[in-house]
């Protein structure tokens, strides 16, 4: 059969880059896209080129979080110059496409049914003037609906190289992302592991953490081993990253590989 012009022109844009990972999350809030971002200035802060692509066509965080709101995308020829985010002096790259910056105002709703979603999707995988990229992180909607199906099925013949899932520690948030673990076993993506967000709350003034959403604390961790998956770290809840999202800054604050120390030890502690 004859090939699809359009998907022909995704591998070649795609062809370019050398790693492409999704950011997952099964409800919304729980830190995906700050986590999709931090992400993305972590890998240009050591020196890689990045791409940041932003499918939350409804709800894009991705211009606040990057501190890039004020910018708009120029025509590249057929397609689109993505916005270049300033990450300071080393020999990394930040380039960022979002819808957000499509639009006449940041308060205007997008009121969209699927089909134009996905085309406005295709349109980011094939027209945007990506380059060389060693890393394009695709922050999603929560869920998996029309926009994952679609870049799951686009993306196809170039192959996603993983998926990050983000989960807060509770049962609710828990529950939903099992099923994006299932969405990737179904769909052959890779599960590189999953983060546990607003994990307990160090206090600025002893340094005692408290476990916010108690009895479920290091649920995802559990999840992990449940699953076999590689569990990635644990995000505190710490208003320095709230303001860091808000002001569109890299988070210099510091992921927990595992349950700490203090918590792991805090039953003996107390008794
Ligand atoms: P999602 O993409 O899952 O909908 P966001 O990444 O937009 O969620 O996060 C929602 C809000 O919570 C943002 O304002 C972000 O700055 C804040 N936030 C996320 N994780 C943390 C955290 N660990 N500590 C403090 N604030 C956080």
């Not at 729980?30 to 066509?57: E, Y």
């Not at 639009?103 to 699927?114: E, H, K, M, Y």
């Not at 094939?126 to 994952?148: F, M, N, Q, R």
Request: charged share 25%; with cysteine; aromatic share 4%.
């Amino acid at each position: 059969g004859s090939v699809d012009p359009d998907l022909a022109q995704i591998t070649e844009c795609m062809s370019k880059i050398k790693n492409i990972v999704l950011v997952l999350s099964g409800k919304g809030g729980v830190g995906k896209s700050a986590v999709a971002c931090q992400m993305a200035f972590a890998l240009a802060g050591r020196g890689k080129q990045v791409g940041l692509l932003d499918v939350d066509v409804c709800g894009p965080s991705v211009p606040t979080i990057t501190g890039t709101t004020a910018s708009s995308v120029h025509s590249a020829g057929k397609g689109w110059e993505p916005v270049v985010c300033d990450v300071g002096d080393g020999e990394g790259s930040l380039s960022i496409m979002s819808i957000g910056f499509l639009l006449p105002s940041p308060d205007d709703a997008v009121i969209w049914r699927g089909p134009r979603k996905v085309s406005l999707i295709k349109n980011f995988l094939k027209d945007v003037a990506w380059g060389e990229l060693d890393y394009l992180v695709i922050d999603t909607p929560p869920g998996s609906s029309d926009e994952h199906l679609s870049i799951v099925s686009f993306l196809k013949s170039v192959g996603i190289s993983g998926a990050v899932l983000v989960t807060q520690p509770q049962e609710v948030s828990l529950s939903d992302v099992r099923k994006e673990v299932d969405f990737c076993r179904r769909t052959a993506i890779p599960i590189l592991g999953l983060i546990e967000n607003m994990s307990g709350f160090v206090c600025p003034c002893c340094g005692e953490e408290t476990i916010v959403f108690h009895p479920s604390a290091g649920g995802g961790e559990k999840l992990c081993l449940d699953a076999k998956i590689r569990f990635l770290g644990r995000i505190p809840l710490d208003p320095s990253l709230t303001i860091a999202c808000d002001s569109g800054r890299r988070w210099e604050g510091v992921v927990m590989e595992k349950e700490d120390k203090k918590r792991a030890e805090g039953k003996e502690d107390k008794s």
